[in-house]
């Protein structure tokens, strides 16, 4: 049982495991970016990246493998090599007294442990016991906007349809992508290894498990997510997942149905004074969120809002979020900020 929530009040000690993926390479960016107080960052990845060189902060950093040495007398770790390995290390990592901060889903729904979207929910994270859950991508996305717009009247109901990009699937699949668009240009044959069929000037619904509900994992993650985020555990959610051809950053249809009526105008307002969204609106030029106005950027378009003819209590928006950066790599890290004590 760790003591504190907060890390040492020193410059820390740092693991990114999953260093070479999507998610590791931003988190490197951000962690340089933010200028995130290390003494010692540690690289680790799977066999397969041994002695790959990355520079970091000018200087050349080499890949490990992963294995138990490379987390001695470790303050934090940040993963993003998938569950099963968070799972395998785990102990590990609590054996250091260390805080694991995990972008899998093998922890989220864990009842002690915190999920957490620092905008959100910030107070939840220092309810830990060493490990912290990052959300999935979309939900992350998703309760950024939801959040502020309960503060204006109660969310009974949202169903989203999200147009996902292929990065959501990890590096491999961004090269697919690549590669098999060529290969289409061409005429050649369009043999998929990584995703389940080729994404070039093609969609799919998301590729994760089917579950006896006829709901994919994904879906049910922002169904299960959301309600945990929100602290909202009867929010009624429905959730339908399409991957794109899109290379970065997610997009999300919303419908939300409130208690009260919303105003198009008040929830835009509300939106814009909330941290890390944006607007982008023009009617007159119908100009509105897109993935390439995100890539590489911290916060998250919102646009497109405007009242449900469907429904007197509705409102439908539109929003689009680099799903590697605030869905993954920048909400982790500001996860971990929260914890450096007096920041
Ligand atoms: P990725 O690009 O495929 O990267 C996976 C990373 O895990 C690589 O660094 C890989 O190392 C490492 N790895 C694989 N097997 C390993 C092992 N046995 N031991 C140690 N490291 C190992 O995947 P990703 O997209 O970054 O996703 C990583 C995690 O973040 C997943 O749990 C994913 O669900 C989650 N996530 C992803 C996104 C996204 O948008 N991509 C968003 C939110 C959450 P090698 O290169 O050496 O194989």
Same mark, same amino acid.
């Given at each position: ?13 740092? @693991? ?25 960052? %540690?690289?680790?990845?799977?066999? %397969? ?133 060529? %290969? ?64 970065? @950053? ?53 646009? %497109? ?39």
């Amino acid at each position: 049982m760790r003591q504190t929530p907060f890390l040492p009040k020193r410059p820390l000690k740092v @693991a990114v495991l999953g260093s070479s993926g999507a998610v590791g390479s931003e988190l490197l960016k951000i962690l340089e970016e933010r200028d995130f107080p290390i003494s010692e960052l %540690r690289l680790l990845s799977s066999e %397969r990246s041994e002695g790959k060189k990355v520079k970091w902060k000018g200087e050349e950093l080499l890949t490990k493998n992963t294995t138990d040495k490379e987390f001695f007398n470790i303050d934090l770790v940040l993963a993003s090599a998938g569950g099963s390995i968070s799972r395998k290390w785990l102990s590990t990592i609590k054996d250091q007294n260390a805080v694991l901060i995990d972008n899998s889903s093998a922890f989220r729904l864990d009842n002690d442990v915190p999920l957490v979207v620092p905008e959100v929910n910030s107070g939840d994270a220092l309810k830990h016991n060493g490990v912290i859950a990052n959300p999935n991508c979309t939900t992350i996305l998703l309760t950024l906007v939801l959040s502020p717009l309960n503060n204006i009247s109660t969310i009974k109901r949202v169903i989203i349809s999200t147009y996902q990009s292929v990065s959501g699937a990890g590096q491999l699949a961004m090269e697919e992508l690549k590669l098999l668009t060529e %290969r289409y240009l061409k005429g050649d044959p369009q043999n998929s290894q990584v995703l389940p069929y080729s994404l070039a000037f093609n969609l799919f619904l998301h590729n994760s498990p089917m579950l006896s509900n006829n709901y994919c994992e994904e879906e049910m993650k922002m169904v299960n997510e959301t309600r945990k985020i929100l602290n909202m555990p009867d929010l009624k959610v429905s959730s339908t997942c399409v991957r794109v051809p899109v290379l970065r @950053a997610h997009s999300e249809s919303i419908n939300i149905e409130f208690e009260g009526i919303v105003q198009p105008k008040d929830a835009l307002e509300k939106l814009s004074q909330s941290a890390g969204i944006e607007i982008i609106e023009d009617y007159e030029n119908n100009r509105f969120p897109m993935p390439n106005d995100v890539m590489g950027r911290d916060n998250v378009a919102v646009g %497109r809002l405007r009242a449900d003819i469907s429904h007197p209590n509705g409102l439908e928006l539109w929003l689009c979020g680099d799903q590697i950066r605030k869905g993954a790599a920048l909400n982790a890290v500001q996860i971990a900020e929260l914890l450096i004590p007096d920041k």
